[in-house]
């Protein structure tokens, strides 16, 4: 079997694409851009690329981006103020703080700030319980994705049985909830998981988002099996080169799997176009604005 490659870039073109769509009727209606603001502190180079592109991608998408950059000796205080501060800002309907932190701030108490209908990064605890119980909330972008390309592929979730490795409140658990809310039988495995190899190969549906380069093999999977790779490792060849690969071993895995995602150009450009998705929703939310349609 050779899998199908499921093409993350192209699903997250025609996602960004309809939020457009909803930001041009939102601002005719508004009479105001939807404004997405990016925190950042400190001067990692990744969190900087990271923080371009989010920039670039708003704007593209016809919404106001707001960039604060932070020196690295910023104090939880003045950090936690600026949160407060875009709180109350009426030209702000997303918050992102870009994480990691220098160590000696609390991230923690930094999405537990952010108010929960603009923590369109859905951090915030009170966005967090609302996902476990089922009801509307803001969802973590990157498992959102996830989700979408399942569903765009599969269909119908319901009675699938899903295996995520990684229990992470950033994509593991919530992933296992909004599995969870699409009906399937979810297991939730991690590093101290018993005959995890057996555990995987029960899956119709496996989720990886454990952080080990090429982890998960093809002697893994299901034959049929649909995987999300959400790993993200950069490894050096024996040339001294190096390049990104996921969790999944794409080579073995692709020769077992039905369909799986590629690294890069799976998962991976879903995070910013959800986070566009998540900002576009909040600004109607918040200004009392009907969305257009639901397509997004």
Known sequence: M??????????????????????????????????????????????????????????AAGMASFEHRLPADTTQEVLEALVDTLNTDPAVDGILVQFPLPPHLS?????????????????NPENI???????HGFVP?????????????????????????GRSNLVGKPVAQ????ESCTVTIAHSRTRDLADVVRRADIVVAAVGRAEMVTGDWLKPGATVIDVGINRIADADGTTRLVGDVAFASASAVAGAITPVPGGVGPMTIACLLRNTVIAAHRNAGVALATDAI
Do not use: Q
């Open 107 to 123: 991230e923690p108490r930094v999405f537990t700030r952010i108010a929960p209908h603009k923590d369109v990064d859905g951090l």
């Open 141 to 165: 972008c990157t498992p959102l994705g996830c989700v979408m390309l399942l569903k765009d592929r599969l269909g119908d979730l319901a009675g699938l049985d899903a295996v995520v490795i």
């Open 129 to 135: 319980g609302r996902l476990a119980a089922g009801l």
């Open 178 to 181: 909004l599995l969870l809310k």
């Open 2 to 59: 050779s899998a199908a490659v499921i093409d993350g870039k192209a699903f997250a073109a025609a996602l960004r694409a309809r939020v457009g769509t909803a930001a041009r009727a939102f601002a005719s209606a508004a009479g105001r851009k939807a404004g997405l603001a990016v925190v950042l502190v400190g001067d990692d180079p990744a969190s900087h690329v990271y923080v371009r592109n989010k920039g670039k991608a708003t704007r």
